[in-house]
């Protein structure tokens, strides 16, 4: 393994260096679990996270895989759209990871969608302390992704730099599109 990192695993590095036990997360996209699993050690046995998904086979498995790793007093599964968090999370959030696209095994016609995808994304910045991030790895191969995208970046690129700094890191050479990899610190508490 090189030092150039995946994109998931990267949006994990910079959640790690970032979350501290005692923290407030979210999985905004929990699918199978791995990431809700991968907050609820960072968080610590005095931590939260709030973990958000429509399809009830994905927060069944996610449950199955909290219990096993001992880790389900920690999470909060929410049967929800992401675009619902501001209803649920408390302000002083960590970190926020997005995994879009659709439920690996699962329905992939049930995908994360580019205008509920954005109202999710302005709620979380909003619940972000400062020092907080929000990762948000992308897929153009399904359809849609490609969209999601575009609106993604066309929303980022406007965000005041005063108040948030904004990456966008992808591979250029892999003939398979693999996800890239937004990330959004927030530097200040806009008023
Ligand atoms: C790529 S998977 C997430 C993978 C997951 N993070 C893991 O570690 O296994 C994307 C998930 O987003 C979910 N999803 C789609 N639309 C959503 C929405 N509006 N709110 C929350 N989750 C959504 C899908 O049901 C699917 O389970």
Redesign the pocket.
Known sequence: MGVIHRSLDMAKQIVSVVLKPGDTAV??????????VFLARLVGERGRVWA????QQ?LAAAAKLLEKEGLASRVTLIH????DLARYVDDNVGAV?F??????G?DRS????PD??LL?LEAALLKLRPGGVVTVVI?RGHSGGKEEEESLLGFCSKLNQASYTVMHYRMLNQINDPPSLLAIEKLIQEV
């Open positions: 999985d905004a996209t929990v699918g199978n679990g791995r990431d809700t958000f998904d429509i399809q994905a929800r759209g992401h675009e990871m995994n879009l696209g659709y439920l690996p699962g049930l995908v994360t969608r509920t995808t999710a897929y």
